[in-house]
């Protein structure tokens, strides 16, 4: 009987590690999943696009890194990523989760020219990343922007 229990807890203990450990690793694929996906689409836009306003898969991406991603892992891809859409992205969700930026990074969004594609509503324009995370978009909640500015427009 001794035995039995040693065995149940060991495979349990066991399981449980391993398991852990995978869940983790799954964690990570999905965060660099979801960045290379955005990458590859490489426009940053609003919550809704197009004359329709149809649901933008873009953005559902970014709610999907913002849900997964650890604050780190935001800081990384906003301080680092060869993409600057994915930058953007990611310093956008460190601003709606109202954290404390670390200070360099806020002067480095401050100062970057990349410029990136964007689609706003029915927009499409090209802008560049210090303009659009410190300039007039400043809240980059196109969403509310859109529909304070178009007439006819059902805020969500």
């Known amino acids: 009987?001794?035995?039995?229990?040693y065995l149940v807890v060991s495979v349990t203990?066991?399981?449980?590690?391993?398991n852990s450990g995978y869940t983790q690793n799954i964690h990570l694929t999905s965060v660099v999943f979801v960045v290379n996906e955005m990458a590859a689409h490489n426009i940053y836009e609003s919550s809704t696009i197009g004359f329709a306003l149809q649901?933008?898969?873009?953005?559902?991406?970014?709610?999907?890194?913002?849900?997964?991603?650890?604050?780190?892992?935001?800081i990384e891809l906003a301080s680092n990523h060869e993409n600057g859409v994915v930058r953007l992205y990611a310093y956008q969700a460190l601003k709606q989760r109202n954290i404390v930026i670390p200070k360099h990074l806020t002067?480095?969004?401050?100062n970057d020219?990349?410029?990136?594609?964007?689609f706003i509503?029915?927009?499409?324009d090209v802008k560049s990343i210090n303009s659009i995370a410190v300039g007039g978009m400043s809240q980059m909640n196109f969403a509310t922007q859109a529909s304070n500015t178009s007439p006819g427009i059902i805020k969500q």
């Open 13 to 18: 203990t066991f399981l449980v590690w391993q």
């Open 121 to 124: 509503g029915c927009i499409r």
């Open 113 to 118: 020219q990349t410029r990136v594609n964007i």
């Open 1 to 5: 009987m001794q035995l039995l229990k």
């Open 107 to 110: 002067e480095k969004f401050k």
């Open 55 to 74: 649901k933008s898969k873009q953005y559902e991406r970014f709610q999907q890194m913002n849900n997964i991603a650890t604050d780190d892992q935001l």
